[in-house]
């Protein structure tokens, strides 16, 4: 069965809900905080971090796990859910 079947399209507008993206992704995988660091050369605290939301993360870090993680970015015109609508899916 292809490992993407059960992914889903998510909307991001806030680093608290990208971090909980990521880290359902990651789960969703069954890889570690510290398996996925290492596949990118991240400390594990890097990873933890990002997926609480951390606000100071470099774009080519984010961008790297995104990538480890078999995921894509895409940007697209906003939609009108508000910020709350979406930080309740999660």
Same mark, same amino acid.
Do not use: H, Y
């Given at each position: 069965m292809n490992a993407r079947? =059960?992914?889903?399209? !998510? +909307?991001? /507008?806030?680093p608290r809900t990208l971090g909980a993206v990521l880290r /359902?992704? /990651?789960r969703r995988l069954g890889v570690s905080q510290g398996e996925l660091g290492e596949r990118i050369n991240l400390r594990q605290a890097?990873? !933890?971090? @990002?997926? *609480?939301?951390a606000v100071d993360a470099? @774009?080519?870090? @984010?961008?790297?796990? +995104?990538? *480890?993680?078999?995921?894509? @970015?895409?940007i697209r015109p906003r939609?009108?859910?508000? =910020?709350?609508?979406i930080e309740a899916m999660f």
């Open positions: 079947a =059960n992914a889903v399209d !998510s +909307i991001v /507008r806030t /359902r992704e /990651r890097t990873i !933890s971090a @990002l997926e *609480a939301g470099k @774009l080519s870090t @984010l961008m790297d796990v +995104i990538a *480890a993680l078999g995921l894509e @970015l895409v939609s009108t859910a508000t =910020n709350d609508d």
